[in-house]
């Protein structure tokens, strides 16, 4: 995943564009990138984040840059922000996306003129630079933005920083937001709303999908109008989104409260003796579970912050099962001889709620009664970056529907996501089994929608149903 933020400020924006970038620490912990325009020229700095936060890599060289208009990033994945050259001017880009055919766009580009690209050392080709090369390819750079946007299959959002000013563009169905914020003498852009009010600004506006405005200290200017349709990820609310967060109006810490309120709802008479979320994501679902049940909210396991603060893990499956184990610190008196509800935003592989669960059976506890704040993952997504899976088979949810159908088992995965069906019944039952829960239910597709309060149309809802 990832996340950006950009300000254009009368004074000095170095400040502003340092912590309002730090405030998006939850969205990647691979690298981070600065830059920034001052006296005809730019200023870039680019961090490894994998051992240390973003602000420790950082601070040192926010002494030493200077200007008045500026992006950065957070990014799991490239190094970020690059500063281009082209016939369109001088001009610094990050993006926040996934092109799924990099391979035909690079031929295209090829076929069109361009002479070459740098290769990474893992041998592909920085998905920002093909972005900036799909936008030097036409006569403008909003011209250029919306072709990129066009051609790229996958999602594209971006800040594309000049000398004037920051052209702010969200991806043409809007799977990604962001929002602007205004002050005295700036504005500021960002994927996450709460990343500036701390910085003095106040929201100002959502850019709607497709939309491409023009960010100055003076103004926001809209270049080109939002389009209707909208399919802004799902996920942004049950998992990556900071609490403190709002998409097109709906707050992410009061939808997962009302998310745990549906689940509490569907469980009425289970009998337990408290309810407890997976930090940190599953905490706001048992608040909203507890509220509803009237079961007692309580923290069996404590996560140890001062050495594990951040919320993604390494990049080896092994290491980030070890990290997540080692985070948690149980609290015996709250654990033995007790029933429990645990919460948590979703299961991926399983490795690590089953952890958790063996965890918890070791500490003494006589039931663990698991619930999911989303339905079963059943398609890995292919908009967005938000998980290091390589194959749809690395789901365990697709593992299982293997396992009970065999080879053709594709054809009747629909089958498997509608929870009203007994194939999604045996489903649930079997995750249930091999993971040992003394009981196990996914929240419904329908319900967390109803959560949200938004209409269903708006939302990505692919890695759910495979519903494009």
């Known amino acids: 995943m990832g996340g950006f933020f950009g300000v254009a400020s009368k004074t000095d924006c170095v400040f502003d564009l340092f912590f309002g970038i730090d ?16 006296d005809g020229a730019y200023q870039r700095v680019i961090h490894n984040i994998e051992n240390s936060p973003f602000r420790t890599k950082f601070e040192n060289d926010v002494d030493e840059m200077h200007g008045l208009c500026g992006i950065g990033c957070i990014s799991d994945t490239e190094p970020q922000p690059l500063i281009v050259r082209s016939h369109l001017g001088h001009y610094a880009i990050t993006t926040v996306g996934r092109i799924n055919n990099s391979d035909e766009l690079v031929e295209e580009a090829f076929a069109a003129g361009t002479s070459h690209f740098l290769e990474m050392t893992a041998g592909n080709i920085n998905p920002t630079e093909l ?12 011209e250029g933005i919306r072709y990129a946007q066009e051609k790229i299959n996958g999602s594209m959002s971006l800040l594309l920083l000049t000398p004037d000013g920051i052209y702010a563009a969200r991806d043409r169905v809007g799977r990604t937001p962001i929002i602007i914020g205004k002050k005295d003498g700036a504005h500021c852009a960002a994927f996450e709303s709460f990343s500036f009010l701390n910085l003095g600004y106040e929201p100002m506006k959502e850019l709607g999908p497709g939309e491409i405005d023009f960010v ?3 103004a926001v200017e809209i ?39 549906y689940l509490a709802l569907r469980d009425e008479g289970l009998v337990a003796d408290s309810v407890a979320g997976v930090p940190d994501s599953g905490i706001a679902h048992a608040i909203g ?20 603060p951040r919320s993604f893990m390494p990049q080896k499956q092994s290491q980030r099962n070890l990290i997540a184990h080692m985070k948690l610190i149980p609290v ?137």
């Not at 972005?131 to 909003?142: G, K, M, R, T, Y």
């Open 23 to 38: 405030y998006h620490s939850h969205l990647g912990t691979k690298r981070g990138g600065m830059a920034v325009y001052a």
């Open 289 to 308: 579970y507890a509220n509803r049940s009237e079961i007692p909210y309580s923290r069996p396991f404590i996560k140890y912050t001062p050495t594990w």
């Open 131 to 142: 972005v900036a090369a799909l936008i030097n390819s036409q006569n403008s750079i909003p």
């Open 332 to 468: 015996g008196d709250l654990i033995k001889d007790k029933k429990l509800i645990l919460i948590d935003d979703s299961i991926v592989r399983g490795t690590q709620l089953q952890e958790t669960a063996e965890f918890l059976y070791k500490s003494g506890a006589r039931e663990v009664h698991i619930r999911l704040a989303c339905p079963p993952i059943m398609y890995g997504c292919k908009y967005l970056n938000f998980s290091r899976s390589t194959s749809d088979m690395d789901l365990i949810s697709r593992r299982i529907v293997a396992m009970l159908e065999g080879a053709d088992h594709e054809g009747k995965l629909e089958l498997y996501c509608n929870p009203d069906t007994p194939e999604y019944a045996r489903m649930v039952e079997e995750i249930r089994k091999m993971m040992n829960f003394t009981t196990l239910k996914y929240q419904r597709l329908d319900d967390m929608i109803a959560a949200s309060g938004l209409p269903e149309e708006k939302f990505c809802t692919y890695c759910w149903d495979g519903r494009e």
């Open 223 to 261: 270049v080109r109008a939002p389009d209707k349709e909208m399919k802004i990820c799902s996920f942004l609310w049950v998992y990556f989104g900071y609490p403190t967060s709002t998409y097109e109006g709906v707050n992410v810490e009061a939808m997962r409260c009302k998310c745990g309120d």
């Open 216 to 218: 100055s200290a003076d």
